[in-house]
DNA sequence: CGCAGGGTTGAGCGCTCTCAATATAAGTGG
DNA sequence: CCACTTATATTGAGAGCGCTCAACCCTGCG
C-alpha cells in the first residue's frame, strides 16, 4: 500500500503530477508551485535507494551529501553515546523527510530501518540550486527544518516534564495522527519497532513501556498483543494527558 | 564586556570588519565571503532593539518576521504546556542566533530576557534575498538549522537518558564552553537563570538541582553561592559523564 | 525594617528502574 | 516440518532516585 490518500483535497491533482513517483508532500505540497516549478522539484530525486531491515540508511559522523524521503517502510534515528548507550530521537514513516541533521557537514545522527524500506534520494547541492531558483521552494526547505525544530521541542517537553503514561498516551496519539494522515488505520497498526526502541526515544526502560502497554490494555484504552496495537478509545488516551496536576 | 573575542584568528579581521555592529559570527564567521558579500550580511541587520529582563523578545504563536542575533543579554526560550506547565528549551547567550523555530510561520516557542539585553534584528524576508544570492550565505543559513537540531538531539540525549547529575555537570561544562568561546571565564560565571528553570531545562526540580550544586560542591568540584559559580575541578565534572555504567 | 523572591535543606513517599524468571514469537538448520 | 536457538515481551519483587511537602535562610529592595 504505497499509494497515498491525499489529504489536500485542492493540491492533490497536483500532488498526483509531482510526487507520482516519490511523496515528496513534505516539500511541495502546500507550496503554491507552478507546473514547471513542479517538474523541478520532481528532478531533485536523483535515485532511489533500497534499504533492508536493519540496515543503516546513514551513520553518524559519515559525510552529509542527501536528504532522504522516504517512499515507503519505516526508520528510526538515533545517537550514540560514548559508552554505546543509544537515544532514539525519532520514528519516520511514509512521507517524510531524513537527514536533514546532516545539513552543512556529517550526520548526527544514525538512521536504521525498521522494515525493508524505499527512498528516495535528494543531493543537498540540487536543492541549493533549485531552492536557489524558486523562493517559493526555498520557504518550504527552510519551514521543513523549522517544523523539525519545532518537533525536536516537543519531545523535549514529552522527555522533561511528563511522566511515564503521559509519554507513552502522546507517543501512541501522534502515531496514530501520523497514520491517518497517510490514508492508514488510525486506530490499529503494526508497531515497527521493539519495546526497547520505544523505551529509549521516550526516556523509559523497555519494562515499564511493557507495563504501560498492559495497563493501558487493563483499561480498556488500547488492545496490545505484542506488536499490533488497536486503539479503543482515543479519548481516553488524551485524558491521560490532560489529567496533569 | 560586548567585545568578542574571536577564536579563528583567520577570520578575526574580517570578523571585526564585518560584525563589530552586531555579533553575526553564527552566520559570517566560517563561511569563504568576499568583502562585498560581507557588506551585504551586515545589511541584514535591520534595526536593534532592546530587551529588558524579563519581556519577550518573541512570543508562542506570534506571527514570525525575523531572526534575532544576541548582541548582548541573556536570554532562555521555552514552551508553555496547556496546562501552564513550562519546559526551557534553551538558554542563548551573546552571538547566539534566536528564533529560527518560527520559520515558516509562527514563532513556536516564547524567548524571555534574563537580563536587560540586545538584539540585531535580521528580517526574514531580506535573510531569504540576500542568501538566494549568495550560496555561501544560504549554506551557512541551512547549517545553522542543522546544528540547532542537533543541539535538541544532545538535550533528548540528556533528558532521555542521563541521571540527575549527570545532567546538571553537562549543564555546567556546555555554559563552560560557551563563556570560553566568547571570550569570558570558563571557570567562574554568574548564572542569569533561577534553579527552577535550570530544572525545568534538564527536565528535574528546583530542589534536585539545588541539592546537587551543594553536591558538587562538597565533592569540591565547584564552588557555589547564589547564583555565582566556579568551577573547581573540569576533570571531575567529565568524569561524573564518563562514570555512567 | 519588613517583605518578597529565590535558594537551601530535611523527611518521607512513590514512580520508575533493576534484577530475574518466564513466556512468546521469529528464525535457522538439519 | 520440527527441534533448537535467539530475539523480543511480559510480569513480579524489591530498591533507589528524584519528587513532594515543608520549614528555614539569604539577599535585594522599597
Redesign the interface.
Known amino acids: 500500500m504505497n499509494s497515498v490518500t491525499a489529504i489536500h483535497p485542492a493540491a492533490a491533482s497536483k500532488f498526483e503530477v509531482t510526487c507520482s513517483s516519490c511523496n515528496l508532500r513534505e516539500l511541495c505540497l502546500p507550496a503554491g508551485l507552478c507546473d514547471e516549478d513542479l517538474q523541478r522539484v520532481e528532478n531533485l530525486v536523483y535515485a532511489r535507494r533500497r534499504v533492508k531491515r536493519g540496515e543503516a540508511l546513514y551513520q553518524a559522523g559519515g559525510e552529509f551529501s542527501a536528504v532522504y524521503a522516504i517512499r515507503s517502510g519505516f526508520f528510526k534515528t538515533s545517537?550514540l553515546?560514548?559508552?554505546g548507550?543509544e537515544?532514539v530521537?525519532g520514528f519516520f514513516m511514509n512521507g517524510e523527510l531524513l537527514g536533514?541533521?546532516?545539513?552543512?557537514?556529517a550526520y548526527?545522527?544514525t538512521a536504521i530501518s525498521l522494515e525493508d524500506s524505499e527512498v528516495c534520494i535528494l543531493p543537498y547541492a540540487l536543492i541549493?540550486d533549485v531552492?536557489?531558483d524558486i523562493?517559493a521552494l526555498?520557504?518550504?526547505?527552510?519551514?521543513?527544518?523549522?517544523?523539525?525544530?519545532?518537533r525536536?521541542?516537543?519531545?523535549?517537553?514529552l522527555?522533561?516534564?511528563m511522566r511515564a503514561e503521559e509519554r507513552l498516551a502522546t507517543f501512541l496519539l501522534n502515531l496514530s495522527k501520523r497514520f491517518l494522515r497517510r490514508g492508514y488505520s488510525s486506530t490499529e497498526f503494526h508497531l515497527r519497532m521493539t519495546r526497547d526502541e520505544i523505551g529509549?526515544?521516550?526516556?523509559l526502560k523497555l519494562e515499564t513501556v511493557s507495563r504501560l502497554f498492559s495497563a493501558f490494555q487493563k483499561e480498556g484504552l488500547i488492545e496490545v498483543q505484542q506488536k499490533h496495537v488497536r486503539i479503543l478509545d482515543i479519548a481516553g488516551l488524551e485524558r491521560v494527558?490532560?489529567a496533569?496536576r
Not at 152 to 157: F, K, P, R
Open positions: 545517537l553515546d560514548n559508552d548507550r537515544q530521537t536533514m541533521d546532516g545539513i552543512g557537514g548526527h545522527g541549493e531552492s536557489r523562493p526555498q520557504r518550504r526547505l527552510h519551514a521543513v527544518l523549522a517544523r523539525e525544530i519545532a525536536d521541542h516537543g519531545i523535549m517537553m522527555l522533561g516534564s529509549s526515544h521516550l526516556g494527558l490532560a496533569r
